[in-house]
């Protein structure tokens, strides 16, 4: 399969704890997206990391990504009940398609 | 801008029939790509459609088509349905093809097939 695996595939924390993500992909990319779903609705583009770039922010989210292990991360710092919802890393080949990973399923308490 | 449109939301079919999602782009997005999602192959990439030509096709039988019209709007089409067919369809628009900028989804449209 051409899919990204995700790590942990599915992750419980406490409101105002760190979440952190894993994403594996398998052959270079041109870049590297974050995307989140809630409850089987349509996807919301989060950060685009590009394969010269090796760390990214926006706003509670960080980025990193280590192309020389073909893997990159995804941190949510102080999260919320409203952070609750799974996560995806999609993969962008030569320009080719984006190949979306397996998924993390992210369950934050109050 | 309004956001990217997917009618219709909710469809039920019997298998063998054929169905037709439509989906409308951000405006000035040129490229639409579909997407079926269910819980046991997660998201998987259908076909990309730019400039009114496919760019993209992932692996699915030919019983999977679709066509993009001079004002962006797509359409998918999936002929003799089965009941592994059942999914969300989602569908997102983007600047350019390819992955190269981030994409907008759609809100999806759940297809049953009983």
């Known amino acids: 399969s051409q899919q990204g695996e995700e790590d942990p595939q599915a992750l419980s924390i406490q409101e105002g704890e760190n979440a952190t993500m894993n994403c594996s992909y398998k052959?270079?990319?041109?870049?590297l997206q974050w995307y989140r779903q809630n409850s089987g609705r349509g996807l919301v583009h989060l950060i685009l990391i590009r394969s010269n770039e090796r760390e990214k922010h926006s706003g509670r989210l960080r980025v990193t990504l280590d192309t020389s292990k073909k893997s990159s991360s995804l941190l949510i710092t102080a999260s919320r009940a409203a952070d609750t919802a799974s996560y995806f890393c999609a993969s962008s080949y030569n320009t080719d398609k984006l190949i979306f990973g397996t998924g993390t399923r992210l369950q934050v308490f109050p | 801008k309004a956001g990217v449109t997917q009618t219709p939301r909710y469809l039920i079919k019997t298998r063998g029939q054929q169905v037709t999602l439509s989906c409308s782009p951000i405006?000035?997005?040129?490229?639409v790509s579909w997407y079926q999602q269910t819980p046991g192959q997660g998201l998987q990439f259908l076909f990309e459609y730019f400039s009114e030509t496919q760019r993209n096709k992932g692996n699915f039988p030919g019983r999977f088509s679709g066509r993009q019209f001079s004002n962006s709007r797509s359409e998918m089409n999936v002929s003799t349905l089965e009941l592994g067919d059942s999914a969300l369809y989602l569908c997102?628009?983007?600047?350019?093809?390819?992955?190269?900028?981030?994409?907008?989804f759609g809100p999806g449209t759940r297809l049953t097939v009983t």
């Open positions: 405006s000035g997005h040129r490229s």
């Open positions: 052959t270079s990319i041109n870049n």
């Open positions: 997102a628009s983007s600047l350019s093809s390819g992955g190269a900028h981030e994409q907008y």
